[in-house]
C-alpha cells in the first residue's frame, strides 16, 4: 500500500466507506495522499466526504486555557502557509477568529485550535505565550511533525500540558522544547517517542519549579546534543535516566548544573566515548552525595573544567 501511486486512484472509485479511507490514509503517506482526495471531487462524492469533514481525518485539535487576567498572544505561525492552516475558535463559538492574542477587553475561558496537515513544523509554536495556563491535545491524527524545538519557550504561566493524545514518532528536534516553563511542576512524557530525536539541549532548561519528570522511555541513542537538558532544574529531587544511550552524545556540558535539590541520579549507564565537553556538567549539585561513573569513558582533551563545582 505504501508504493500506491497517483494512477492506481481510478481503483478507488467503488469504495464506500469513510473507514477503508482511514485505513488507506493510514498506510501511505499522509501528504500525498490527502493531497489526492482534496481535489478529487468524483472520490470525494462517492465516500461521502466533503471539503468540510475533509480535514478531519488528518487534524490535530488541542484546546488551551488561558490564564485569567493575562493578556498576550497565545500561539505563533512560521509556517509558509500560515494562518488559513489554523482554525481558531474562542469560548463555544462556532465562527473562527484571526486573533493569535488575548486583549484586555475579551473575554475568553477556552481557545480551541485545529491545525492542517500542511503544518509539518511545531518549531516556536508557543513560544513566549504567557498567557497559556494549560494546553490539552484532543486529537494527534498525523506523525508527520518533525521539529518541536522551543515550542513551549518560556510560556512562564503554563502550569498542565496532557501528552495523553500527541504523536512525536518524527520528530528530530526538542532542544528547548520546555525551556523556561517556570511554573510546570509535573511532566509525565512516558509516552514520547524519541527514537529519531538529535537533539536535546536546553530542552528542560530553568524549569525551576519541576518536582516530578518521567523521561524514563527516552530513546536518545541517536541524540548528540545534551548541553544544559537539566540544567536550573532547582525543585527536582530524582531523574531516573537508566535507559539512556549516550554513546552518539559529543556535549554534556552543563547538563546537570544548578539542579540544587537533586538527590537520586541513575546515570550508572551512561556511554561517554564520545563526548568532548563535560564542563560544569554537576555545577552546584549540592544535594548529591553519591555518583556511579563507573561507565564513563572520557578522552585526554575533553573539557572538565569546573565539571563538579
Known amino acids: 500500500m505504501e508504493n500506491i501511486n497517483i494512477n492506481s486512484f481510478h481503483l478507488l472509485n467503488d469504495v464506500k466507506s469513510k473507514y477503508i479511507l482511514r485505513h488507506i490514509f493510514s498506510l501511505m503517506h499522509q501528504r500525498k495522499f490527502l493531497s489526492i482526495i482534496k481535489y478529487n471531487k468524483n472520490l470525494q462524492k462517492r465516500l461521502d466526504i ?39 475558535y474562542f469560548n463555544d463559538d462556532k465562527e473562527e477568529t484571526k486573533k493569535q492574542d488575548i486583549s484586555e477587553n475579551d473575554k475568553i475561558n477556552k481557545i480551541k485550535i485545529i491545525i492542517d496537515y500542511d503544518v509539518k513544523s511545531f518549531k516556536k509554536l508557543f513560544k513566549e505565550c504567557e498567557c497559556i495556563k494549560k494546553i490539552k491535545f484532543i486529537t494527534f491524527q498525523r506523525n508527520d511533525i518533525i521539529d518541536m524545538s522551543y515550542m513551549f519557550y518560556y ?56 518536582e516530578f519528570l518521567n523521561v524514563s522511555s527516552f530513546n536518545t541513542k541517536h541524540v548528540t546534543n545534551m548541553c544544559s537538558m537539566f540544567s536550573g ?20 556540558r552543563a547538563m546537570f548544573s ?22 560544569y556538567m554537576f555545577d552546584n549539585c549540592i544535594s548529591i552525595k553519591e555518583l556511579d561513573l563507573s561507565k564513563f569513558k572520557t578522552k585526554k582533551r575533553i573539557n572538565r573544567t569546573s565539571m563538579f563545582s
Not at 487534524?59 to 488559513?84: A, D, M, Q, R, V
Not at 500527541?166 to 517517542?193: A, E, I, P, Q, R
Not at 530524582?238 to 544511550?245: A, G, M, P, T, Y
Open 50 to 88: 466533503g471539503i468540510k469533514n475533509f480535514r478531519n481525518i488528518s487534524i490535530i485539535k488541542l484546546e488551551i486555557i488561558p490564564k485569567k487576567n493575562t493578556y498576550g498572544k497565545f500561539i505563533n505561525f512560521f509556517e509558509k502557509s500560515k494562518h488559513h492552516n489554523y482554525h481558531i
Open 155 to 210: 510560556c512562564r504561566l503554563l502550569e498542565e500540558v496532557d501528552f495523553t493524545n500527541f504523536n512525536t514518532d518524527k520528530v528530530k528536534h526538542m532542544n528547548h522544547m520546555f525551556c523556561g516553563c517556570n511554573s510546570l511542576k509535573y511532566l509525565n512524557l512516558s509516552n514520547f517517542n524519541t527514537k529519531k530525536v538529535t537533539t536535546m539541549s536546553h530542552m528542560f532548561w530553568d524549569c525551576n519549579s519541576l
Open 233 to 252: 532544574c532547582s525543585s527536582l529531587e530524582q531523574l531516573n535516566l537508566f535507559n539512556f544511550i549516550t554513546k552518539n552524545v559529543k556535549d554534556m
Open 258 to 279: 544548578d539542579c540544587e535539590s537533586l538527590k537520586d541520579l541513575n546515570i550508572s549507564k551512561f556511554n561517554t566515548a564520545n563526548v568532548t565537553n563535560m564542563s
